[in-house]
C-alpha cells in the first residue's frame, strides 16, 4: 500500500493567473485533501495530498506549461521517511531534491515525552 504525501505549496504568479490556478486546479479535490492556508492578489499557500508516496511530478510539470507566470515550490513528506522539495518556473527551471527524513514511528518516538527532566 503506497504510503500517503502531504505537499505543502507556494504558488507565486500575476494576479489572472493566480486566480485562474485557484479557481480551477483542485475543483474536484475532497475537502480532506485540499486547504488553503494563506491566499492574496499574486500568490497562493496550501496543502494537498497525493498518493503513491510522492509528488505529482507531471502535474507540477505541466503548471509550468498551463501557467507562464507561475513559480511553484513544493516541499513534500511522506508517511514512509521521504521528504524532499520540488522548485520551478517557466524561466528558472526545475530543481528537485530528495532525502531520508523520520517516518512516522520513528517520529513517535524521537517526539515522545522525556523521563528525564534536564540539569
Not at 493566480?18 to 499574486?42: V, Y
Amino acid at each position: 500500500m503506497p504510503n500517503d504525501c502531504w505537499n505543502e505549496m507556494t504558488v507565486t504568479g500575476t494576479q489572472e493567473e493566480i486566480a485562474q490556478f485557484a479557481a480551477t486546479e483542485f475543483i474536484e479535490a475532497p475537502a480532506w485533501a485540499f486547504t488553503i492556508q494563506s491566499r492574496g492578489a499574486e500568490a497562493i499557500q496550501f496543502r494537498v495530498w497525493s498518493n503513491d508516496g510522492r509528488p505529482d511530478y507531471d502535474w507540477l510539470e505541466g503548471l509550468l506549461i498551463q501557467y507562464q507566470s507561475l513559480w511553484v515550490k513544493n516541499v513534500w513528506r511522506e508517511e514512509g521517511g521521504r521528504a524532499g522539495v520540488w522548485i520551478g518556473s517557466r524561466g528558472g527551471g526545475v530543481r528537485r531534491f530528495e532525502w531520508d527524513d523520520m517516518c512516522l514511528e520513528e517520529k513517535a518516538h524521537r517526539f515522545r515525552q522525556a523521563s528525564i527532566e534536564p540539569t
